[in-house]
């Protein structure tokens, strides 16, 4: 059986970036398949990298991902289809730099997706910010649903031994 991780990233003391937290937070009171495991890596990179190296064989990030549009955006991406630089992030956990050093060091995850969303506040630079602002708050229950659906797009894959599925990545994007 396959595992799939869903990881949620973030300062929570740095308002928006909170966001994927949050939604993994409110995650664990679903229930959700046997092979999904829900975890809060808030602003650990390495323990992620370590645990898509061999312990998933796919992942859904959450997080928040600044690309330009009205806050509360939710935009699916693949970072390695999509050829990402580094997200700018107030943490050291950059999707696309985990990817690579996961490839790089020909870990078991072959799939990951970031589910982001467009952040409006991250608070002052020294002293951050509690809370999320009210278009990415309103965002949450929305990135679960895609959470879910994203969950269910991987599990197929797996069952069918296919190649990878298009899950309508960044150019596809919603709003609130």
Partial sequence: MSSILVAGIGNIFMGD????VEVVRRMRSRPLPAEVEVVDFGIR???LTYALLDRYDAAVLVDTAPRGGA???LY???PEAAGLPALPAFHD???AHVLQTVRAMNG???RILLVGC???SFGDELDGRMGLSPPVAAAVDRAMEKVVSLLEVLRQESADGLGQA???TEACHENG
Wanted: proline share 12%.
């Fill in 166 to 168: 298009a899950v309508g």
């Fill in 45 to 47: 990179g390495l323990a």
């Fill in 93 to 95: 956990l950059d999707p």
């Fill in 118 to 120: 467009e952040p409006e």
């Fill in 17 to 20: 970036d909170a966001f994927g």
């Fill in 76 to 78: 699916v991406i693949e």
């Fill in 108 to 110: 078991r995850c072959r």
């Fill in 71 to 73: 806050p509360g955006t």
